[in-house]
Structure formats: C-alpha cells, structure tokens
C-alpha cells in the first residue's frame, strides 16, 4: 500500500455487488454463488447501506473458512483490509494495526478488539448475526 493510500485511509477491499447480499432483521445475508470475490483464500469484501449501521468487512481467510467483521479499526476508525498469508487483519491507517481473526489486535496503537461477528456458512450462503 503507498503511504498516499495509507493518509487517506483507503483500503484495497471493493464494495460486494449490492445484488450479491441482503440485510434484513439483524443479519445480513450474501449469496455466495455471486459473490466470487469471496471463493479463495484471501478474497475480501464489504458490505454497505441496505440499512447497516456500520460496514461489514468479510474475508475468506487463510484456513478457508469466512468471516466478518465491523469494518472500523478500534483505534481510529479506519476500514480494515485482510493480510492474505499472514493470517491476520490490518487496519488501512499509516499506523495499520493488525488483529487475528478472532478481532484481537496484535500490533500497532489499537488496543481494543475490532468486532468480530457470527456466521453461518452453507453450500451458497453466509448469514451473518448483526446482533
Ligand atoms: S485507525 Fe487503525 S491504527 Fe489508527
């Protein structure tokens, strides 16, 4: 990532298609069959508006299983990119803390768990517990 991008606290992680997933009653729901994004390892992308109160970041992580997460770094608020290979987060500040995939930070100034929520993963869905 340039230092630019670090500045503005811009991160690589692209909007999931607003036709991939839906929101409704405390969860969000994304169908996997269109969101290719999130296949492999490493794959990542967030989820905003439809009502959510805060993004969602979710990453396909380097133990294959999914993830998510509120999209804001405990420490300043900047949105979070995955590490792919590394098997950990990273906050998208020049300060860029990173977090495990339980949301524990590691490194760097943010000493507070980002929020990790719960998911239920199926053949061509994620639903995840907003709640
Ligand atoms: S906003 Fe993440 S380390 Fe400062």
């Known amino acids: 990532m340039s230092i630019f991008k670090a500045i503005l606290g811009i991160c690589e992680t692209k909007p999931l298609a607003e036709t991939a997933w839906e929101a409704s009653n405390g969860t969000a ?3 996997l069959k269109a969101a290719a994004v999130l296949a492999d390892k490493g794959g990542a992308a967030y989820l905003k508006g439809k009502g959510l109160a805060k993004p969602v970041l979710v990453i396909r992580g380097d133990d294959g299983r999914l993830y998510a997460y509120q999209d804001r770094c405990t420490h ?3 949105k979070i990119d995955p590490l792919p290979g590394e ?3 990273k906050c998208c500040s020049v300060n860029h803390s990173t977090f495990d995939y339980d949301g ?7 000493k507070h768990n980002i929020t990790r929520y719960e998911t239920e993963e199926s053949a061509d869905r994620l639903v995840i517990k907003l709640s």
């Open 29 to 31: 729901t994304v169908d």
């Open 76 to 78: 300043g608020g900047r």
């Open 104 to 110: 524990k930070p590691l490194s760097g100034p943010a």
């Open 87 to 89: 098997g950990k987060l």
